[in-house]
C-alpha cells in the first residue's frame, strides 16, 4: 500500500483540502445518521493538528484530529496529547489507514518538549482496536469542560498512550476544556 502520511495544522489547510476533509466526515457521518448521534450535544474541543492519510489514489481515506492541552492529574498539572476525530472512509477500512494515522499522532506528542501522555475518547467497541494500537484504558475519572462547567465524563470511554511518561489508568484527569 503506498499511502502518504501528512501532518499539518488544521489552520494551514488548504481550500481543497477542506474540501476533501469535508467530503470524508460526509462519508463517515452521513447526515441522517449524524443527527440522531447522542454526543451531538456535547461540547467538543477543536483540533490545532491534524494528520491525513492520503491513498495511492489521491484521495483521503483517513484522518485523525489533535490537540495539545494544559491539564491536571491528581492534582498536578500535566501536558497532554490530545487524539479526537479519528475517521476512516467506510471503503477504506481494514487497510490499516487509522493506524497510520494514529502511530503518526503519538510520535508527534514524543516530538513534543512536554507532552506526558495522550489521552482519548471512544465508543466501548474500539477498546480493543486502541488496546493493539498500544492504548491502555483509563479507568479513573476525567472531569472536562461542558457549556461553562466542569463535569465527568461518562459519554464514551477513556484511554491513554505513554509519551514522557506512562499513560496513567487510575486517578483523575481534569482536561481544563472539553473533551477531543
Known sequence: MDALVSLNRVADLTNGERAALRALSLAVYPPNEAADWPGRHLEW???EWCVRVWGDDGELPSYTGMVLRQAIHDGQPVRIGG????????AARRRGYAGMGLRRAVEFF???????????VCAPHLIGY????????FGGRLLVGQHGAVVEFTFNRVMTCDV???GPVAGTIDLCGPPW
Open 45 to 47: 474541543a477543536t483540533a
Open 83 to 90: 487524539v479526537g476525530g479519528v475517521k476512516t472512509h467506510p
Open 110 to 120: 514524543h516530538e513534543q518538549p512536554d507532552v506526558a501522555f495522550a489521552l482519548l
Open 130 to 137: 486502541y488496546s493493539r494500537l498500544g492504548w491502555q484504558e
Open 164 to 166: 514522557r511518561f506512562a
